[in-house]
T-cell receptor, first 114, second 117 residues
Framework: KQEVTQIPAALSVPEGENLVLNCSFTDSAIYNLQWFRQDPGKGLTSLLLIQSSQREQTSGRLNASLDKSSGRSTLYIAASQPGDSATYLCAVKDITYGNNDMRFGAGTRLTVKP | EAGVAQSPRYKIIEKRQSVAFWCNPISGHATLYWYQQILGQGPKLLIQFQNNGVVDDSQLPKDRFSAERLKGVDSTLKIQPAKLEDSAVYLC???????????????FGEGSRLTVL
């Protein structure tokens, strides 16, 4: 059964700092990995999706990498801003037949201080 | 393009009462998911529909939870009777699931926050 872990659980940084959020998963037979952002009281907003055959995806100041062999993904945020404050979740979709579930980590709560 | 719509956004009920949540997925999305997110945790899948058929409901507490997607579009999630531990955000998501080449990207609604007193 796929287990997804995110470290750290919370992170506080000053504005302008570059930062890395980590996601690890136990089963490397994945279909894709998706990073989401969740603001308090809101749903999940998709940030980046990395297919199994890809190693990274970029969108603006965000860059997500995927290393299936080590069961790891990182989300890099460049030049952080107070508006980046939110909880970031990663989710993994397995390719095991019949298992269509996205397994989520518990998230990293990011605070960017002005 | 309209996103995933959910209602109500908030609901407060007494334990043992019933509640229903509604979801309208993105147009054309074949797969619909209901997730439960307890405070401080990641979402947990309750049920997955492919068109109007159930793909996975292994984590749905069937003694009190039920869900349907009668015409392969809208879906309703019902809880009856509610327990204190059902207090959570109920998230609906959809994906295109068009087969080979589909990215499998998930799109979420704003969620329905349930408080059981």
């Amino acid at each position: 059964k796929q287990e997804v872990t995110q470290i750290p659980a919370a992170l506080s940084v000053p504005e302008g700092e570059n930062l890395v959020l980590n996601c690890s998963f136990t089963d490397s037979a994945i279909y894709n990995l998706q990073w989401f952002r969740q603001d308090p009281g809101k749903g999940l907003t998709s940030l980046l999706l990395i297919q199994s055959s890809q190693r990274e995806q970029t969108s603006g100041r965000l860059n997500a990498s995927l290393d299936k062999s080590s069961g790891r993904s990182t989300l890099y945020i460049a030049a952080s801003q107070p508006g980046d404050s939110a909880t970031y979740l990663c989710a993994v979709k397995d390719i095991t037949y019949g298992n269509n579930d996205m397994r989520f980590g518990a998230g990293t709560r990011l605070t960017v201080k002005p | 393009e309209a996103g995933v719509a959910q209602s109500p956004r908030y609901k407060i009920i007494e334990k043992r009462q019933s509640v229903a949540f509604w979801c309208n997925p993105i147009s054309g999305h074949a797969t619909l998911y209901w997730y439960q997110q307890i405070l401080g945790q990641g979402p947990k899948l309750l049920i997955q529909f492919q068109n109007n058929g159930v793909v996975d409901d292994s984590q749905l507490p069937k003694d009190r939870f039920s869900a349907e997607r009668l015409k392969g579009v809208d879906s309703t999630l019902k809880i009856q009777p509610a327990k204190l531990e059902d207090s959570a955000v109920y998230l609906c998501a959809s994906s295109l699931n068009s087969g080979t080449g589909d990215t499998g990207e998930l799109f979420f609604g704003e969620g329905s926050r349930l408080t059981v007193l």
